[in-house]
RNA sequence: GGAUCCGUGGCUCAGCAUGGAUAGAGCGUCUGCCUUCGGAGCAGAAUGUCGUGGGUUCAAAUCCCUCCGGAUCCGCCA
């Protein structure tokens, strides 16, 4: 929008030096960009740069060609007062009172829809995100995993697609077989659960001790038994079953009291034993690529021929087993399974049931859905599946496996998936001393599963507001609730603000922040916001009022800005996958909002028509700072 | 051995896809702003060979190569 007739005016400046080409059109439009000062005016083009060479001419000198030919164009309707060519660059310079209600009258109209688009075009979008083996609670290593799940889940709905996020539950695993094997040895006898201990937490002690005692013995060839048995025996697999589920019951408060919220939970022994795997080996087996080997150390297994494509060409061994000598198909076999059904490519007889109703912090109840092992399934189920996109996310170890998944369905020849699956690929959460890795169980490491980070920073909270709200001792349910919130907000904030490729070093100090780069800090914006609009008699405000460019200061011109490119990052956010990108502009946003607050009084304006401008600035501020909070999952509230 | 990712002030991180104007934040340190539209804030100061060495370019934190340091992957494990 602010970008448009910036455009414009360069292309029709540059087509009196050079004839204009589809080329130079996209060089246009890439050489806009946000000066790093006001001084070089609110948008720039380094276009004059790019012209040197097919022109023969030095940058500054077609740089005040086309600043000269612009200035002889321009008419003030499109906002833009004047351009300036400096030192090779050409800047424009708006006129922020004609600009600013443009922008006020978009945000207002379309209000808690401002940032939304329709590019999904109602395509739907498969993410998984947690994952974890129900054995044990949820560390903030995983909770890494579906915080950006979560956000990912909002952004895509905010671009227009149909979203439905799922939740794999692999209970036919080997981290299952060997909590069974201990349940039924009786070791939880010596792992006695403490009178308030979470179930989740309980079963996590329980299933480090049975590792200890396997490793002390060095009988893992039991827990193989116990994988056959889980399969073979309706007795043990109901078992089984009952216990994974009341620890994913368990994981679900946890998920739930951060935000977070799931569609449907896939059951690895459902999807197991639904004929999807028997289904995709059928499609496989008609191409060349996949063959069951004769000869040599793979003989009698089912392969992948994976040097076929370039991109695994210097692979010491192209070859990938799907199917083992023994006929047990591998993981990597069943994760190319799973996709091809979220696809909708093969067809799982699934049975489902609703679990729950889920409440998310802004109210809004959702059904989660499970696959079941019930004979008759208890409702008719929405519709699961039949993914247009399919996003997982699962931490950078499993890259290649991703990989994998996602090639075989090139080798198929289906390249529309092939296109359109996606690994959003993080790194871990570490402690200076340990890895938190589920498998090997050093997860164990004191205050760092999700519920103690939660408790910590709630009451590092706590702590904060009884300092600053001293009124709320007589209230202590609202403040109870303030502080939930604000925890919620810390939390996810932290988890998010960094960048998927960075080791997040687990610091309990950094996780618990309340103030600068922080949810609270945006959290805190916003309630100022509020707060001027309630003081102010907005009877007496202005609604139609002069201003002039020169009246407006250079912080609400940063904030204006601000409020112009938030669709574009709602776009850029979720093509990429990466949340950093609205975590920093919610603090970038949040940041001039602040020092627009220090600067311009609103109630105390020094006349009705600049007062009636920044009454309007503050609430187009208390809309985008909404939208973005909304997409973030970071709770809305009204004091602090 | 092969592959991928990371290395940016004392600490924790953005920026790199698509090369452009003085390399940005937060924490910590120091100085100011409590006659507060709510100080979880704001203004300012100090702190940088952007790991090393080369190359490409009018221009490199960003692209290419070398080396150093760190992480991960390359199972008939899941």
Known sequence: MLNEPVINLLTEAISALIEINPDIEEAILNSIETPPSLEFGERSSNIAFKLAKPLRKSPVVIAEDVSDNINKILSIDGGISRTEATKGYINFFFDFSIVFDKIYSQITTEDENYGKNNSGNSRKIVIEHTSINPVKPIHIGNLRNSILGDIVARLYQWNGWEVEVHNLIDDFGRQVATLIWGLLEGLQLNVIRGSNEKYDVWLGRLYSYCNSILEENDSWNKVDKVIVDIRKNPVIYQFMRNISQACVESNLETAWRHGITYDYLVWESDISRSGIWEETLQLLEKSEL???????????????????????????????????????????????????????????????????????????????????????????????????????????????????????????????????????????????????????????????????????????????????????????????????????????????????????????????????????????????????????????????????????????????????????????????????????????????????????????????????????????????????????????????
């Open 290 to 640: 996949f063959f069951w080997e004769e000869e040599g150390s793979n003989a009698g297994c089912f392969v992948a021929n994976l040097g076929k494509l370039p991109e695994f060409q210097d692979k010491k061994n192209p070859f990938k087993i799907f199917v083992r000598s023994n006929g047990v198909p591998t993981y990597v076999a069943h994760d190319v399974a799973l996709q091809m059904w979220k696809f909708g490519l093969v067809k799982a007889s699934l049975k489902n049931r609703c679990l729950f109703k889920q409440i998310n912090e802004s109210k809004n109840t959702r059904d989660l859905w499970s696959s079941t092992d019930y004979k008759i399934p208890v409702l008719k189920s929405p519709m699961i599946g039949n993914a247009d996109r399919i996003c997982n996310v699962i931490g950078v170890e499993q890259a290649f496996l991703q990989d994998i998944v996602k090639y075989s369905l090139k080798l198929l020849g289906l390249e529309e998936q092939f296109q359109n699956s996606f690994h959003l690929s993080y790194k871990h959460v570490s402690a200076p001393a340990v890895r938190f890795s589920g498998r090997t169980g050093n997860w164990y490491e004191e205050r760092a599963w999700a519920d103690a980070v939660f408790e910590d920073t709630y009451n590092t909270a706590f702590t904060a507001i009884s300092v600053k709200r001293p009124d709320l001792d007589q209230n202590i349910t609202k403040k109870q609730e303030i502080t939930t919130n604000v925890t919620i907000g810390a939390v996810r904030y932290w988890l998010a603000r960094f960048s998927t490729e960075t080791e997040i070093k687990f610091r309990i100090e950094d996780a618990t922040s309340l103030e600068g780069d922080t949810g609270p800090f945006l959290m805190y914006a916003y309630v100022r916001a509020l707060k001027i609009l309630d003081k102010i008699d907005l009877s007496s405000v202005k609604e139609k009022f002069r201003i002039e460019n020169k009246s407006i200061s250079e912080q609400e011109k940063r904030l204006i800005l601000e409020f112009f490119i938030f669709p574009e990052v709602i776009k850029s956010a979720a093509s990429s996958f990466q949340p950093i990108q609205i975590t920093k502009y919610a603090f970038d946003l949040a940041s001039w909002f602040n020092k627009f607050y220090e600067t311009s009084r609103v109630i105390s304006a020094d006349n009705l028509d600049i007062q009636g401008f920044r009454v309007n600035v503050v609430k187009a501020f208390l809309i985008v700072m909404h939208n973005v909070l909304q997409v973030l999952g970071i709770p809305i509230i009204d004091e602090m």
